[in-house]
């Protein structure tokens, strides 16, 4: 088992059928379930025949050049390793994003950055021991505070960059997007200020408090979403989106909320859910990305929030899923990313059919993933192995399944 393909992939033929899968299934005519495999930066760092610089963390965190050839070597890895429903070999461009993980919300309230080795960077909690911290943090974040600010410095950088570079042959596009235009979730900052136990005691025990922060990180959050996109269309009239603050495109994530209850939900996190997704969707739905456990809030959110779309981890009954969100709603997901990791090969494919059996595909809104980030080091023999299983046993109409 390793980190490349031992075979050559017919590039044309393959892209050809994904972009046939992927016509027909926004076309709602599907001819089978597509199959999207998306795995961080951690793959290529984890693994060292693919970090054959040896780059670190920290250099990825603090240097621009450093996270713009990682997320070259790693694009093109993963369009000559990976095969799933996504376009393979050499691209008409390549797309550089600035990339901080789950790190950027945290350290724009002011939580220090802790570089671990060999390890994710992670944010301490500045509100754990000191809660009424809270009352000396400004009205108003500054937009361009801790990582948030250097991910516009990086953004810059990657503009001029991408003006006189090419990777093998291939023209570089600079992101389209600032660090900061959305959200990795308001329970989620909160945790990450306060710890996973404090802000639950907070729920229970000093109702006040939470709600005073909660609310005080959601005006924030809106603000800053609402500042940085403003920012980017002054500079770049030419965004597509320019304009355009509510869209029907709008997501976003919380996976704290696997935390807690549905009835703590709706008296505790859908009001601040409900701010975020006023301010930026324009009312068609919104999609959101849930970590864990979640099988207590996928009804309730599809119901409050209009969610039409959701991108799932694990475990999570799938069948019973698609009976609470509906028909037409997309579903992402998948074998959970341990048994892609660790096979074997025969037990990732029993899994696809029991999930493809389950009924979550029977709408034709359901897209395969591994729920839901690819873990490090999954041998891509196996991925191959779920793709195989997903392209014999994914077709529409439902009688043609072998």
């Not at 570089?115 to 009424?132: G, S």
């Not at 597509?240 to 704290?256: K, L, Q, V």
Request: hydrophobic share 35%; charged share 25%; glycine share 6%.
């Amino acid at each position: 088992m390793s980190a490349f393909l031992s075979h050559p992939v017919d590039f044309e033929r393959h892209n050809q059928e994904v972009r046939q899968v992927w016509s027909s299934f926004e076309a709602g005519k599907p001819v089978r379930v597509p199959l999207s495999i998306v795995g961080s930066i951690t793959n290529y760092f984890a693994n060292p025949e693919l970090n054959t610089h040896h780059f670190s963390y920290e250099q990825f965190f603090t240097d621009p050049e450093v996270q713009i050839q990682a997320q070259l070597e790693y694009q093109y890895w993963q369009r000559h390793h990976i095969l799933c429903d996504h376009e393979m070999g050499l691209p008409d461009h390549w797309q550089l994003n600035v990339d901080f993980q789950n790190s950027y919300d945290a350290s724009w309230c002011g939580c220090p950055l802790q570089y671990m080795d060999r390890q994710l960077p992670d944010t301490l909690p500045i509100l754990a021991q000191d809660k009424n911290r809270l009352d000396d943090f400004p009205d108003l974040l500054p937009v361009d505070g801790g990582l948030i600010g250097r991910g516009i410095e990086f953004y810059e950088y990657m503009v001029d960059y991408c003006k006189t570079h090419e990777f093998h042959g291939r023209p570089i596009l600079p992101p389209q997007r600032y660090l900061g235009e959305g959200t990795d979730g308001v329970l989620d900052l909160a945790y990450k200020l306060r710890g996973a136990e404090n802000i639950l005691l907070d729920m229970y025990e000093d109702e006040d408090y939470y709600h005073r922060l909660m609310e005080y990180l959601t005006r924030n959050l809106i603000h800053r979403m609402r500042a940085l996109r403003e920012k980017r269309w002054a500079e770049r009239p030419d965004s597509e989106d320019c304009g355009i603050m509510r869209s029907p495109s709008f997501g976003f994530a919380d996976d704290a909320i696997t935390m807690i209850s549905a009835q703590a939900y709706r008296e505790f996190v859908y009001p601040y859910h409900r701010q975020l997704v006023d301010a930026f969707s324009d009312g068609e739905g919104c999609s959101i990305h849930l970590c864990g456990a979640n099988m207590q809030h996928f009804e309730q959110l599809h119901r409050l929030l209009n969610v039409n779309s959701f991108d799932t981890g694990f475990p999570i009954d799938l069948g019973k899923m698609r009976r609470q969100v509906g028909p037409q709603s997309i579903i992402r997901g998948g074998p959970t990313v341990m048994l892609l990791r660790n096979g074997p090969v025969q037990a990732i494919a029993e899994e696809a059919r029991r999930i493809l059996n389950s009924g979550v595909a029977d709408s034709g809104r359901f897209i395969m993933i591994a729920a839901n980030n690819l873990a490090p080091l999954t041998p891509v023999e196996h991925i191959e192995a779920l793709y195989k299983a997903v392209r014999s046993m994914g077709i529409y109409p439902l009688e043609k399944r072998q």
